[in-house]
């Protein structure tokens, strides 16, 4: 089967690494995932992963706490969850570099997109932690950047839910799934699919999104073969 996308950005939520814990890391969880993320590479594909920090902290969710220091700490879950995916890949027999947007050499790459680049040409998986680096800016705005800089051929956000619905399809049995939307129809229609920061850079770099259920890992490497999984997004 031939490859349909040989540069992925696959963005996972905090929340999907805890599993039914609802908190901190489910590696019976974690495993399945990272498996499916090495038979990509297995075929050729070059991952790089955003991930998000919900399972450990919420930056909106910190009550009085300043937003600039509750969204640092937030920061600071994600580079736990990046290295926790590295593990796991690493056990797995891939090679992976973890690159954090606020630095830490003791334990990861400072995120150099020249460096980066190079470890996808050298067949390495490489975690984006830390977000954007910056407060006030989401993971998945992070992932939508990171997409655009490492040109990547599609940003894959790894959902609960089999794609976009116009409704929420765990409350309302009469929700529809979207096959195919644009970011600005997103946006304008408030399906809370990501925030309109990161549906305007999506949009404004050309960028294609695809929206899938995680909980068969198997899609990622189904949609990089170009069956049909989920919902894809596109610009105008």
Known sequence: MNLKYKRVLLKISGEALAGEKKSGLDFDVITPICRAVKRCVDAGVEIGIVVGGGNFWRGR???????????????????????????????????????????????????????????????????????????????????????????????MKATMVDGVYDKDPHRFADAVKYDRLTFTEVVNAQLGVMDTTAAALCRDNGMTMLVFDLSRPDNIYDACMGESVGTLVVPE
């Not at 890949?89 to 947007?101: D, F, I, P």
């Not at 996808?120 to 992932?143: H, L, M, Y």
């Open 61 to 155: 969710s910190s009550g009085a706490m300043d937003r600039t220091r509750a969204d640092h700490i937030g920061m600071l879950a994600t580079a736990m969850n990046a290295l926790a995916l590295a593990d796991a890949l690493e056990h797995l027999g891939c090679e992976v570099r973890v690159q954090t947007a606020i630095t830490m050499t003791k334990v990861a790459e400072p995120y150099i997109r020249s460096r980066a680049i190079r470890h996808f040409e050298k067949g390495r998986v490489v975690i984006f932690g830390c977000g954007t680096g910056n407060p006030f800016f989401s993971t998945d705005t992070a992932a939508a950047l990171r997409a655009a800089e490492i040109e990547a051929d599609i940003l």
